[in-house]
């Protein structure tokens, strides 16, 4: 950064001989640095003048408990948004979205965690000429999840937001500016991952984790919304599928990432070598029981498979990942369970990791 100075004290100094490049007596100064220290000086006026100008907004990242975004109509144009807006004079970005979400959605209530912070270049599409935009620092907080009650008590006002909805992350792209639909789904990535505040340019991350270079949330979650029924499935129901709660020894679990699709699937419970295997429970649907079993990895071979990325995430990353109603929470509860049962750690929160392809042995 320049030094600052102004005229009164440019005059003192080249009086004084400190800046003319003067030597006071037992000092030594060469002419490169003479030169070096002249060229950074500004005074406030100049330094002032060639600082970048940029807009600053405030939105917020709502989800619903089946883990949908929060999304808003306007009148003022045909794609959707998130809830928020501009930043005013002097208010700080976290009241800022505080106040939108009151004016917007007659919803109190703070935000003060941060899920992504982005910068979206003067030249973005989509900005009329006369409109001159500069470029634009975007705060993304979290809201959280919201109960029934809460999405119940919103209140729209009587101009500008026409409607909310609830949509599915895959539907984002469709629904949103392009560059909107980026930056929401990255926010959202860095809600699950847990790790803080994610900086992105033009909505991608400038150090993308493993759910962003995988895509993950860019197809539709595959639903199973049938009632959660624990222990072994019944001899007299047909078995639709079979997967695995495989836990490694930090308590987080086994989960296939489809490389083409970005698709979370639970591995099925032959995907390593394993102890303590036991039936979890089952879901139940049209056509057949989606079984459960838990065990724990003693290692993971080679990846047989080159379509699925193989990643360590927590149990409630995985559910996080996936689209299983209001039952989820009763399955997660039997996962925490079986973890008890098996004597593992509850893990903390981390950005899921890709495992490597040769595999590994604990």
Not at 32 to 60: F, K, N, Q
Not at 107 to 124: E, F, K, N, Q
Request: proline share 10%; aromatic share 6%; with cysteine.
């Amino acid at each position: 950064m320049p030094q600052l100075t102004d005229k009164a004290v440019s005059e003192k100094t080249l009086t004084d001989g400190s800046a003319s490049g003067e030597a006071r007596p037992g000092e030594a100064q060469s002419s490169a640095s003479r030169s070096d220290r002249e060229g950074t000086w500004m005074t406030p006026e100049a330094y002032g003048a060639s600082r970048a100008a940029l807009w600053t907004a405030a939105v917020v990242l709502v989800t619903d408990s089946d883990g949908r975004v929060l999304v808003q109509s306007v009148d003022y144009r045909a794609d959707r948004l998130l809830p928020g807006g501009a930043v005013d004079a002097g208010e700080a970005p976290c009241a800022a979205a505080a106040r939108e979400l009151r004016e917007e959605l007659g919803v109190d209530g703070r935000y003060p965690r941060g899920l992504a912070v982005d910068w979206i270049p003067a030249d973005t599409p989509g900005f009329p000429a006369g409109m001159r935009f500069p470029g634009e620092i975007l705060f993304v907080y979290d809201g959280g999840t919201w109960t029934p009650d809460r999405i119940d008590s919103v209140r729209l006002p009587d101009q500008e937001v026409t409607g909310i909805h609830f949509a599915e992350p895959a539907e984002l792209p469709s629904l949103m500016d392009a560059g909107d639909a980026r930056r929401a789904l990255s926010a959202l990535r860095a809600r699950i991952n847990g790790a803080g505040t994610a900086l992105l340019e033009d909505g991608r991350p400038t150090v993308p984790t493993a759910l962003d270079r995988l895509g993950v949330l860019r197809t539709r979650r595959i639903p199973q919304h049938g009632a959660w029924h624990a222990g072994p499935v019944p001899a007299q129901l047909p078995v639709r599928d079979h997967s695995g709660w495989l836990f490694a020894p930090d308590g987080r679990v086994l989960l296939l990432i489809a490389r083409a699709t970005g698709a979370a699937h639970l591995p099925p419970p032959s995907a390593g070598p394993t102890t303590g295997a036991a039936p979890l429970g089952y879901r139940y649907g049209d056509q057949g029981a989606h079984a459960r079993t838990a065990a724990r990895l003693t290692a993971l071979p080679p990846a047989a498979d080159p379509a699925y990325a193989r990643l360590l995430a927590t149990p409630e990353q995985v559910r996080e990942l996936s689209d299983w109603g209001p039952a989820g929470a009763h399955e997660l509860a039997a996962v925490h369970t079986a973890r008890t049962r098996l004597s593992l750690p509850a893990p903390t929160r981390t950005p899921p990791t890709e495992l490597p392809e040769p595999g590994t042995r604990w």
